[in-house]
């Protein structure tokens, strides 16, 4: 993130310079055979090229940029999973018109802050991002005393964000949690935009990115102070990104953001490049396979800090490099790591699931791994540290955790089939996969929970057992 003064003038992501992707519908899962259970063997072979889809982070911030322009915007290279379904959904529910399908052209035909009137129920999914962002221009950026109704389902109803509920109750929000579980579902009635927001003890950066949001939205300059650590810088410097490319002006002083809008369709259209965490779970696939895999389209500037990726997996003893926009990786992972994840914390289960492997090939000491900087995990779509800790410990390695890390190392290492349970959360059972190409037996359970983020995913990182080379 920028330091003191600093002002974010950055791009949001490159254009997609390769073929054309496969063309799938919105929620095209590809779990027909294989609906309550799934997974890779140690024969499964990963593909030479892999377009995962586009960022779902980039692509959700992008979708409510437009929708709260003045103008037009057209976007390209949009995901077809649940979140951003969930995204498009909300935007046509408010009234906006929307044209297109992703992984097609998708065109948004914003509805600036006053003109969004108080509407039925909106559906905001499972997703995290789309309901603190949702909850937060709703409050601030339509007119006052408009009352809405957001509800949620899944994982969303045991997700809580008070600290975004406090900043917005207090600048004059009413807002009305129906149930001790969590923030969502709820009722709110808007208010006026204060010049100034206090954000306190945030759980999460989207909290900061809702209400960045929001104020970039507005009119004139507001600004929105952050008292304590900023979780996932990378997410914060990735939503200064796509406001500048919406027209907003954001200076950072200190924990102080000076944000000044309103929110205009840019000219060129917007490209969303594909998912680096997507992409880290196919690399870390093709070194735990003996294989090597290319992902391209990847921008010069890209806001995703996942592509960090590299670095770790250099770490492990991999090859992995970002050259010309393409994400290369081959060679397995040869040691344990020592890995701070703060800034990039949807990575911990890609390379937890890498350390697992370590640990289960090689029983010498230099095998075992920690890592730090999980202090969110617990709070996503599930309690991911626990699950990951319990998945791990069934396959009979040592491990030890606390609230914010965890060490993972050979132990007694068992044969019998797994079952692994994700929880419904699809970056786990992304982890799960890897761990079945290096221990036999190992199957998701409901591995259709992958649509959130990856809905072809079973298909698109393998080769079919017909294409796949003798090993």
């Known amino acids: 993130m920028a330091g003191s003064g600093s002002r974010y003038n950055l791009l949001a992501a490159g254009d997609w310079q390769g073929g054309e992707p496969i063309q799938k519908g919105p929620m095209d899962i590809d779990t027909e055979d294989h609906p309550e259970r799934s997974g890779w063997t140690t024969e499964t072979r990963i593909r030479g090229e892999i377009l995962p889809p586009g960022s779902k982070s980039l692509g959700q911030r992008a ?3 437009a929708g709260l322009s003045r103008g037009a915007t057209r976007l390209l290279g949009l995901a077809g999973g649940a979140d951003i379904e969930a995204c498009l959904d909300l935007l046509r529910d408010g009234g906006l018109v929307v044209e297109g399908v992703p992984p097609g052209p998708v065109l948004i035909h914003g509805r600036p802050p006053g003109e969004w009137p108080a509407c039925g129920p909106l559906q905001l999914g499972e997703s995290g991002t ?30 809580e964000s008070a600290p975004l509920v406090a900043c917005l109750r207090a600048a004059g929000a009413t807002i009305e949690p129906a149930s001790p579980r969590g923030t969502w579902p709820l009722t709110l009635t808007s208010s006026r935009a204060p010049e100034r927001l206090c954000l306190e003890e945030p759980i999460s950066s989207q909290e900061f990115t809702a209400l960045a949001l929001a104020l970039a939205s507005l009119e004139g300059t507001h600004r929105l102070e952050v008292r304590g650590t900023l979780p996932s ?32 369709a840019p000219g060129a259209p917007v490209s969303i490049e594909p998912d680096a965490s997507a992409a880290a779970v196919a690399l870390a696939a093709a070194c735990l396979a003996g294989s090597a895999t290319r992902i391209g389209g990847f921008g010069e500037a890209s806001s995703q800090g996942d592509l960090a990726i590299v670095d770790h997996l ?5 090859r992995a490099e970002l050259s010309g926009g393409v994400l290369s990786a081959t060679g397995r992972p040869l040691r344990g790591v020592d890995l701070d994840l703060t800034g990039e914390p949807d990575l911990a289960p890609v390379l937890l699931a890498l350390a697992g492997a370590v640990a289960l090939e090689d029983q010498a000491a230099g095998a075992t791994s920690r890592f730090c900087g999980l202090g969110t995990l617990n709070g996503k779509e599930c309690r991911r540290l626990d699950v990951l800790a319990a998945a791990l410990t069934r396959l009979g390695l040592a491990v030890r955790c606390g609230t ?9 290492p068992t ?11 699809h970056r786990m059972a992304f982890a799960f996969a890897l761990l079945g190409l290096v221990r036999p037996g190992i199957l998701v359970t409901h591995p259709g929970c992958v649509a ?16 796949a080379p003798a090993p």
Do not use: N
């Open 130 to 159: 789309l309901a603190r962002c949702a909850t937060a221009f709703l409050a601030l950026s339509t007119p006052a005393g408009s009352r809405f109704d957001l509800q949620a389902r899944g994982s969303l109803v045991q997700r």
């Open 63 to 65: 979708l409510l940029a």
């Open 452 to 467: 959130k983020s990856w809905p072809g995913f079973w298909r698109d990182c393998t080769l079919p057992t017909s294409d």
């Open 404 to 412: 914010d890390w965890l060490e993972v190392g050979p132990g007694s």
């Open 233 to 264: 810088l990378p997410y914060v410097a990735m939503t200064c990104a796509v406001l500048a490319q919406f027209g907003a002006e954001l200076e950072a002083q200190g924990s102080s953001f000076e944000i000044c809008g309103p929110l205009r």
């Open 415 to 425: 044969s019998d089939p797994l079952d692994l349970d994700p929880h419904g959360d």
């Open 314 to 318: 250099v770490a492990f003893g991999c």
